[in-house]
């Protein structure tokens, strides 16, 4: 594993050398998000490498945080053996972008094989070729750096939940901690927002990660055959039972049983689920005695289980017993730094390109569907792609017409569910009844605001130069399509600023409503 550098290693480091050995120097680099990188220093004339988020660089480093030109490598000099530098091409910027190496922030240093420097989140490495780990391990040994600077290893063999963001990063902290328990799970998040994923890194968290992880959605299940799915059945239990079949209980012992939609089951079967979590015994269908199994139980709802014992069509008692612990997945739409990082994940597993203009379009859309829908949507874009007339290339550039279908999705009343009232209940009425067609100036304008909204993250005067406007006239935008702000002094991601009140820019600052 990785390890950040001190300044002593800085100092006692040698320098690289490569021209003794026939070895290429690599540049290995991984984002807050986990992913290895490689990019071979291969040798040129101009003999420097330029790195940032620009198409024109040797190294496109694919974030909106990292500026077009970020760092510069070059070799300084050959005799006896070609030794690299690095620099930051930009050194009178804020220390907010800066380079940092031993935790020291420098404008220019000589790399040396293995020492870790870093830009904001991003770590890079230059190693040698045969000192590289191997793909099999590149793809297993996943981490993610925390809040508190400690790395957190992703399990080998699960799919990871791939996240930027405080609250995804606290969540997958929460699962490792959570997953070192025996005790039952309740996993809660809207649909399309991996909660599947969440349960299965429990499973290789877990002590059991050895043993099976079944998973088994209630809301599939027929009627009359869900019984013989969780309990299975013996030859003759029933009409076309030809043979004993085991449940998924029963095929899940010593592992985990994932039952996802647990709120689809019927109450009678509740009340026999419930039994089997209180004794640990079950009987299949036909059965003349119980036998006991060894099942960790993790279940999930994108309806809160909460709302449903109220509602009375969930068992008060069998909540208890499922939801001892509780993790609960924030929507994307409250992880913007996530639909960055997905949708370039997703893109570039399809062979394809984000163009500025057409993540700022992913941006601003309120992913009712979460990570499902924006993984559907880049899937349409780039399959629209391949219309006749419009030129192949080996990588699709996706710009922003390529997205122009989610203005006709994106729905009316979800902005004021974003940027409504607290409680969000107060929405103008033009926005239920469609008052104005689609197509209208109106809502053209409207459109355009609250997508501006959205990218400032509630920031008026940052609203106001996206849209090349002054800041009255985002006041009189706001109030012309009775948008509703509430003066927030809750950050974007759900957390509350440490200095946030009195602040200069809060009486511009606006906050959805959870």
């Known amino acids: ?92 910027e804020s220390e907010v972008r800066c380079l940092r190496v031993g935790g020291i922030a420098v404008n220019a240093f000589e790399l040396s094989e293995g020492l870790p420097f870093f830009w904001g989140e991003i770590e890079f490495r230059l190693l040698q070729e045969n000192l590289l780990p191997s793909r099999k391990r590149a793809e297993s040994d996943w981490t993610l750096t925390l809040g508190s600077g400690v790395p957190l290893e992703l399990p080998t063999g699960a799919t990871p939940w791939l996240t930027q963001s405080a609250s995804g990063k606290s969540l997958l902290q929460e699962t490792r901690i959570t997953a070192l328990s025996a005790l039952s799970v309740y996993v809660q998040g809207e649909t399309g927002s991996g909660k599947e ?47 004993a079949r085991s449940g998924a209980i029963q095929q899940a012992h010593q592992g985990t049983l994932f039952l996802d939609e647990i709120a689809d089951l019927s109450l009678e079967l509740q009340v026999k689920l419930l039994r ?27 309806r809160p289980l909460s709302e449903l014992v109220r509602e009375g069509s969930f068992r008060q008692d069998l909540y208890y017993r499922l939801a001892p612990i509780t993790l609960r997945i924030p929507p994307l739409r409250d992880r913007p730094a996530d639909i960055d990082l997905l949708a370039r994940h997703f893109a570039q597993s399809l062979g394809a390109a984000l163009s500025h203009e057409a993540l700022r379009t992913l941006m601003s859309h309120s992913w009712p569907g979460n990570v499902r829908e924006l993984r559907h949507c880049i899937e349409r874009a780039f399959a629209y792609t391949r219309r006749p007339g419009r030129r ?49 100036l109106q809502n053209l304008e409207r459109r355009a605001l609250i997508r501006a909204l959205r990218l400032a993250r509630g920031n008026r005067a940052e609203a106001a130069k996206i849209l090349g406007v002054s800041r009255s006239t985002v006041f009189v935008m706001i109030k012309r399509h009775g948008v509703q702000l509430k003066y927030g002094v809750v950050g974007w991601d759900g957390t509350a600023p440490s200095s946030s009140r009195g602040s200069p820019d809060e009486k511009n600052r606006v906050t959805a409503p959870s």
């Open 1 to 92: 594993m990785w390890s950040r550098g001190t300044a002593q290693e800085l100092l006692n480091a040698p320098a690289m050398k490569t021209s003794t050995s026939p070895l290429l120097p690599v540049l290995v680099f991984r984002d807050s998000s986990g992913i290895q990188k490689t990019f071979p220093l291969r040798p040129k004339p101009e003999a420097e490498w330029l790195i940032g988020s620009s198409e024109r660089c040797d190294l496109q480093i694919q974030s909106l945080a990292f500026p077009a030109q970020g760092l510069r490598i070059w070799v300084k000099s050959e005799n006896p053996a070609p030794v690299f530098w690095c620099e930051r091409i930009h050194p009178l």
């Open 197 to 243: 994923l969440i349960a299965n890194l429990l499973h290789h968290w877990s002590p059991r990660r050895s043993h099976p992880f079944v998973a088994l959605n209630c809301g599939a299940l027929p009627v009359q055959l869900a019984e013989s799915e969780l309990f299975g059945h013996k030859k003759g239990a029933f009409t076309g039972a030809d043979q």
């Open 276 to 302: 089997f979590l209180e004794s640990g015994e079950i009987r299949p269908l036909g059965a003349d005695r119980s036998h006991r199994v060894n099942v960790r139980v993790v279940c999930a709802s994108h």
């Open 392 to 440: 192949e290339a080996s990588t699709v550039l996706l710009s922003e017409a390529d997205f122009a279908f989610l203005q006709d999705d994106e729905c009316m009343t979800s902005s004021n569910t974003l940027w409504g009232a607290a409680d969000g209940s107060a929405t103008p009425s033009g926005f239920r009844t469609g008052i104005a067609p689609p197509g209208s």
